[in-house]
């Protein structure tokens, strides 16, 4: 902490008079975010204290330590353009070819932050300006990205290449998408750089960005025109665009504008101009970038806002189709558009009937727009269940937050379900409880081993949101729960049952209780450690209100004794998981 913060003479007094250790680790938070595993010479580096720098290299320090995820001193020093620490570090042998857990270089950094004194320093020391990232992209994507056209024109120089990225990206598109129109007219300047087609789409990429990025439509349209002029410029051969590209629902079935003079008439229709930069985007990038899912969300959420909940529910539920298909299960954006669903359901029947903003009056959800997303929920569930599985003993804590929060997002999504679905309706109902029971025998557990029931009845169950209009534990959701299957007696982690945690909510609630004991739940089953459902209540009229008697049988009171008198191995093999649970 005296590095990160510049404490020299704490520092000093630590090293030399305490004996403190110049390579403990520890976390420090820089800008937001925790950074694990920081020795104290890359949090000096990183806060740009020079002289601390110095003095832990005097006493030893490691000038190629990492932290957890694999980031060096000299990297944190070129992430916020520290040159004198650069500077020394490389002095004192430190490795600029070191690359974090994604493989960015500290090249890499230095171009995407604008630090041009940095990127020269390290390319006249034979920085290699060709080095591809896990994601394929090198240091000119970073320039591209960030708008550092000086330091870009630095790298062309140095022999860099125009090289794609695992997404098919050059760095000329990758400027498109972002928006740096300068870099873009740079890029295509340059004579036999790119092909005519490179050119093309980069323009016409770069006006999908104005529309939704930049909210430009009319200097979309000039670079769509320049783009069409590439097309059918008459001393060359025309480059079509493609004629029987499938429509799109969610795309309100647009088609891209294929003739020149049809430009000019998106002017009057600004929502079809949004659509051609969706269709541009998606056929320029493909489904599996994520600017493509994102934009399209982007726009939905627009649409939300304006009081148009159908078309952004056609276009969230494209997105979501498209990020299922191409991404790893439980990825974040799927997370994140799930989650969205979930805020958007819990709004509009919150809000059901009201005047939004715009003074349009929102509509009631739609029982089959609320079932469609139940359903890619409940397969994302099995998708991340059965790739947990397979990592088995591999498996780290990353990926089980991210299995528990699709799981309580799935089951947020069933709580608004079981509330507005009646008996009376047979084949709701039993489509409903169909799509519960997939979730039930898929057996996902999220954080401390708990699943589906004993989250809903649990504080992890809480989903943090801006409208919580359907709230944990909920009794539609628990009985629909019991009613498919669920295992009321399972353990999480800590040997608590669905029971053992309804206990521990405050408010309590008798009437959970009741249901989980009516369906089988044992009233004095005992956790790891030692604790019933009446031990943790702490009140005996809590407990005496709920009947107790009514749930305590002679099985389980003979089970107490035998437990007490016998030794395991004495009892019988069937009889021997009945009795550990008392």
């Keep these: 902490m005296a590095c990160r913060n510049g404490h020299y003479d704490v520092a000093e007094y630590l090293i030399e008079k305490c004996g403190a250790d110049v390579e403990q680790p520890g976390s420090v938070v820089f800008e937001g975010e925790t950074i694990e595993g920081a020795p104290p010479l890359w949090c000096a580096a990183a806060a740009g204290h020079l002289a601390l720098v110095k003095l832990l290299v005097k006493r030893g320090a490691k000038v190629n330590s990492i932290t957890k995820t694999n980031s060096t001193p000299l990297r944190a020093a070129c992430f916020d353009g520290h040159y004198d620490i650069v500077k020394f570090l490389v002095n004192n042998g430190a490795d600029i070819e070191m690359a974090n857990r994604h493989g960015h270089t500290c090249l890499m950094i230095a171009c995407y932050r604008g630090h041009i004194k940095i990127a020269k320093f390290l390319l006249s020391l034979n920085a290699d300006a060709n080095r591809k990232s896990v994601k394929g992209n090198t240091a000119l994507h970073d320039c591209?990205?960030?708008?550092?056209?000086?330091?870009?024109?630095?790298?062309?120089?140095?022999?860099?290449?125009?090289?794609?990225?695992?997404?098919?990206?050059?760095?000329?598109?990758?400027?498109?998408?972002?928006?740096?129109?300068?870099?873009v007219e740079y890029l295509i300047s340059i004579p036999d750089l790119f092909d005519r087609k490179a050119h093309i789409d980069a323009l016409e990429l770069l006006g999908a960005t104005y529309v939704d990025k930049k909210r430009d439509m009319i200097g979309a349209l000039q670079f769509w025109k320049r783009a069409m002029n590439e097309r059918y410029r008459g001393d060359r051969p025309v480059i079509s665009k493609p004629e029987f590209s499938p429509v799109v629902a969610a795309y309100d079935f647009a088609r891209e504008v294929s003739e020149p003079e049809a430009l000019d008439d998106l002017l009057a229709d600004p929502d079809e101009m949004r659509m051609q930069a969706l269709v541009i985007r998606e056929r320029i990038l493909g489904p599996a970038h994520p600017d493509t899912s994102y934009y399209i969300r982007y726009r939905g959420a627009v649409y939300a806002d304006a009081g148009k909940f159908s078309r952004c529910i056609e276009l969230w539920n494209y997105a979501l189709d498209m990020q299922q298909d191409m991404l790893d299960p439980l990825n974040p954006m799927t997370q994140s558009s799930l989650f969205s669903f979930t805020e958007l359901f819990s709004f509009m029947m919150g809000e059901e009937g009201r005047q939004t903003v715009r003074g349009r009056r929102v509509p009631p959800v739609e029982r089959r727009d609320l079932m469609r997303v139940f359903q890619k929920a409940v397969k994302e569930v099995k998708k991340g269940k059965q790739m947990v599985d397979k990592l088995g003993d591999q498996v780290c804590e990353r990926d089980l937050t991210f299995l528990n929060r699709v799981l309580v997002i799935t089951l947020h999504l069933a709580c608004l379900l079981t509330r507005e679905t009646g008996e009376d309706n047979i084949e709701e109902h039993f489509a409903l409880h169909k799509e519960l029971y997939d979730l039930i025998q898929i057996n996902a557990r999220g954080r401390q081993g708990r699943d589906a029931l004993q989250l809903v009845h649990s504080e992890d169950g809480a989903l943090v949101g801006r409208y919580p209009t359907c709230k944990f534990p909920s009794s539609y959701l628990t009985k629909a729960l019991l009613r498919v299957g669920a295992n009321v007696n399972a353990k999480d982690n800590d040997g608590n049952t669905a029971l053992h945690l309804a206990a521990l909510l405050r408010p309590w609630q008798p009437r959970l209780a009741i249901d989980l004991l009516d369906a089988g739940a044992h009233l004095d089953a005992v956790n790891n450690d030692g604790n019933t459902f009446e031990t943790l209540l702490c009140d005996k009229k809590l407990y005496d209100s709920i009947y107790p008697v009514r749930y305590t049988t002679l099985a389980c009171l003979a089970a107490r004794v035998v437990k007490q008198t016998y030794r395991e191995s004495s009892v019988p093999r069937y009889l021997r998981a009945f009795v550990k649970m008392h």
């Excluded at 550092?148 to 695992?166: R, T, W």
């Design 144 to 183: 591209a990205e960030s708008g550092s056209l000086e330091i870009l024109k630095v790298l062309v120089e140095h022999g860099a290449k125009m090289d794609v990225d695992s997404y098919g990206m050059t760095p000329l598109l990758a400027a498109a998408v972002t928006g740096h129109t300068h870099i």
